[in-house]
């Protein structure tokens, strides 16, 4: 793993720092905003809610990893999150188009980066 992303990682667990960064995975580019665990934790918790029981029991479960991944924020970076994520492969327009999303991804799949977002304009 590349130590000066596990350190952006680590910054954006431990310090709720945020960078904009594009990822190379298995040829994909992936882009977005760094968040901290527990603040990937909490947006997919609240995105599940309002939903039927299952979704409201995942979302509880959700809520209490949030929790606890601040408490373990010092231990070993496994996983990127990244907010306002989108993934480009090939030419096509990105996935998705229009919204924009919450991604986690392997830190040890990440085969390259660098700083800023990329932005598809159609035209």
């Known amino acids: 793993m590349d130590d000066l992303l596990l350190t952006f990682v680590k910054a954006a667990n431990q310090h709720d720092f945020s960078l904009?960064?594009?990822?190379?995975?298995?040829?994909?580019?992936?882009?977005g905003t760094t968040v901290s665990a527990k603040k990937y934790l909490e947006a997919i918790s609240r995105s599940l809610e309002d939903g039927n029981d299952v979704s409201q029991s995942i979302s509880e479960k959700l809520s209490k990893a949030s929790?606890?991944?601040?408490?373990?924020?010092q231990g070993e970076v496994r996983f990127v999150h990244l907010k306002d994520a989108q993934v480009y492969n090939?030419?096509?327009?990105?996935?998705p188009s229009e919204e924009k999303f919450y991604w986690r991804g392997k830190a040890e799949e990440v085969d390259g980066f660098f700083l800023g977002k990329i932005d598809a304009k159609e035209g």
């Open 67 to 73: 929790q606890s991944a601040n408490e373990s924020s």
């Open 90 to 95: 090939g030419d096509s327009l990105p996935t």
């Open 20 to 31: 904009d960064i594009t990822l190379n995975v298995n040829g994909a580019l992936v882009t």
